[in-house]
């Protein structure tokens, strides 16, 4: 099994920047996939990842590309989403998640309890 935890969300105006964390704990050496997920207020978490990683490579939804990045500490077994030029769009819950070999889109094994980011106008 493996343990995710998710924090760094808050409340932040638009323009701003906010850094997640994901600590994964048990057992991290089978993940070979982390992908960072959002759900908007009232709707289904979306089915695609916004960033995710999966061994050296990286992948970033379009709206997100070129402000989100995506990165590890392995030594932390932590797993970063560092936000940045955020819009009011990016209003949402944001889960970790994480498995075994396999495509970035998923499925994934393991979720985090997902953190909320707020992004005021």
């Known amino acids: 099994q493996v343990q995710l935890v998710e924090s760094g969300g808050g409340l932040v105006q638009a323009g701003g920047s906010l850094r997640l964390s994901c600590a994964a704990s048990?057992?991290?050496?089978?993940?070979?996939?982390i992908g960072w997920f959002r759900q908007a207020p009232g709707k289904e978490r979306e089915l695609a990842p916004a960033?995710?990683?999966?061994?050296?490579?990286?992948y970033y939804a379009d709206s997100v590309k070129g402000r989100f990045t995506i990165s590890r500490d392995n030594a932390k077994n932590t797993v970063y989403l560092q936000m940045d030029s955020l819009k009011p769009d990016d209003t949402d819950i944001y889960y970790c998640a994480a498995g075994g070999a396999g495509s970035y889109r998923g499925p994934y094994d393991y979720w985090g309890q997902g953190t909320q980011v707020t992004v005021s106008s």
């Open positions: 048990g057992r991290t050496f089978s993940i070979h996939r």
């Open positions: 960033a995710a990683m999966s061994g050296g490579s990286t």
